[in-house]
């Protein structure tokens, strides 16, 4: 199940709406993906990381 609180990325505050109410920046998911072994998408993931 997918978290329902979200934090602002510009101001932190937690907030339930994509948008955060007190200053307008976008809020993102507070906690990582869940770990699987068996992810199929892991290799891209560390492939973008590395681009950084």
């Known amino acids: 199940m997918r978290s ?5 990325t510009a101001c932190g505050r937690y907030t339930l709406k994509e948008i955060c109410p007190a200053c307008g ?3 993102a998911m507070t906690k990582p ?3 699987s072994p068996d992810d199929p998408y892991g290799r891209y993931r560390r492939a973008l990381a590395e681009e950084d």
């Open 25 to 27: 920046g976008s809020a």
């Open 4 to 8: 329902k609180i979200l934090r602002c």
């Open 33 to 35: 993906p869940r770990f």
